[in-house]
């Protein structure tokens, strides 16, 4: 599994002309916060390379599962992902003059006439990424006490305890939490 670099060919530079290109693209993990995120299988990325008369847009798919911890219960929390894919490049030596703003939103494309799209790919994934990752909607956390994963079993804590020193202070679960100092 390659970096996901397109070649573009030379019948892209003529107006009008797009074509297709897909392929696979590993990503270990990709870090968004504190949530990290792991592929354990590649991503799979298709996009379409279309001459606009002075750049070239590339719009597409980047899908693939993504696996990360949930912040309730500490579980797995699965994910299917599928971004869109967007990105504009200018073409060098264009006749076809762009405006300041088509310049300022588009990249130079490379002397070489490739495109990595490592970077599009990313930004698409992290658009899709939830901002509170759950194993479940209706995942009921840890116990603030005793520490039991909810999910699976009930807490060993004295409920009216807990209740009531949460309820003073939300900090009042950490003044048993022991140091390697003390």
């Not at 797009?18 to 392929?23: I, K, P, R, V, W």
Request: aromatic share 6%; net charge negative.
């Amino acid at each position: 599994m390659n970096k996901p670099i397109i070649t573009i060919p030379d019948e892209l530079f003529a107006p009008a002309e797009s074509l297709s290109f897909s392929g696979t693209f590993l990503l270990p993990e990709l870090t968004l916060g504190a949530d990290t995120y792991t592929f354990e299988h590649p991503l799979n990325w298709n996009v379409l390379v279309s001459n606009t008369g002075g750049s070239l847009l590339v719009t597409g798919i980047v899908s693939g599962d993504a696996v990360t911890t949930c912040v309730r219960c500490l579980d797995p929390a699965e994910y299917r992902l599928e971004g869109e894919v967007e990105g504009d490049f200018t073409i060098p030596g264009s006749d076809v003059e762009l405006t300041e703003e088509e310049q300022e939103e588009c990249e130079p494309l490379n002397e070489d006439h490739t495109i990595d799209l490592t970077s599009l790919l990313v930004a698409a994934l992290s658009l899709e990424l939830p901002q509170t990752p759950l194993c479940d909607d209706d995942c009921k956390g840890l116990c603030s006490g005793c520490g039991a994963n909810l999910n699976y079993e009930e807490c060993t804590c004295d409920k009216s305890e807990v209740e009531e020193d949460f309820h003073e202070n939300p900090f009042a679960v950490l003044k048993n939490l022991k140091f390697d100092d003390e």
